[in-house]
């Protein structure tokens, strides 16, 4: 399997901008993760699905994040509006829930930097 | 509730010397705990995990990481640092479901 495939991996975008990132799981994984990466914050979980379905989206920062998951092979991560503090690594992650135990493989991370 | 507190956000090592990053963690539950290395401008990748059998766990790369119920601890130990070795680790509780939390992060630095 060609592991979690995210894309784009570099983003530069102005403020106010839509910023859309995607993400490919590996295939048969049922859950599916978005994670944020800063310097000041480390690692943040922003909302997980299983089996498409959103579950837990308490760490998305603000009404101007949102994610879906149309398919079990397609999720997307959309910011708009953009603001500069929004700038980080953005993370997504899969797993199979019935190994066990469910261990996470990750992207290889959307790097965005708005100006 | 889970939680993992990593102790040292950077630690430095001479090349050859023992590699020693510390993980504590809460859990109302018999955990699963991993260990993860971030390369610059990657992913995180497994370098190993604790799912209750055997309590000394070996990894990739020559890691290894001891479960220590007692202490609530999962050290990440490797005898010898390589350079390539130079990275960020993460350690990760999981309460056997699907949530997993991540520590801050330390940074390894390895001195030549």
């Known amino acids: 399997d060609a592991g979690v495939i995210q894309s784009p991996r570099h983003e530069v975008t102005e403020m106010g901008q839509e910023v859309t990132l995607r993400c490919k799981p590996i295939?048969?994984?049922?859950?599916l993760f978005w994670y944020r990466q800063t310097m000041m914050r480390g690692l943040e979980l922003l909302i997980y699905?299983?089996?498409?379905?959103?579950?837990?989206d308490s760490g998305m920062p603000e009404d101007r994040f949102s994610a879906k998951m149309p398919n079990a092979s397609f999720s997307t991560l959309k910011i708009q509006p953009s603001e500069p503090r929004d700038s980080a690594v953005y993370f997504c992650?899969?797993?199979?829930?019935?190994?066990?135990?469910?261990?996470?493989?990750f992207g290889e991370g959307s790097r965005l930097t708005v100006l | 509730a889970q939680s993992v507190t990593q102790l040292g956000s950077h630690v430095s090592v001479s090349e050859g010397a023992l590699v020693l990053l510390r993980c504590n963690y809460s859990?109302?539950?018999?955990?699963?705990l991993f260990w993860y290395v971030q390369y610059p401008n990657q992913g995180l990748q497994l370098l190993l995990k604790?799912?209750?059998?055997?309590?000394l766990v070996k990894g990739i790369n020559g890691f290894e990481a001891e479960f220590k119920k007692s202490e609530t601890s999962f050290h990440l130990t490797k005898p010898s640092a390589h350079m390539s070795d130079a990275a960020e680790y993460f350690c990760a509780v999981s309460d056997r479901g699907s949530q997993f939390y991540f520590g801050t992060g330390t940074s390894l630095t390895v001195i030549p």
């Open positions: 295939s048969g994984h049922d859950y």
């Open positions: 992650a899969s797993s199979l829930t019935s190994s066990d135990p469910g261990e996470l493989f």
């Open positions: 699905f299983n089996n498409n379905v959103p579950i837990d």
């Open positions: 859990s109302s539950v018999p955990p699963y």
């Open positions: 604790y799912t209750s059998a055997a309590t």
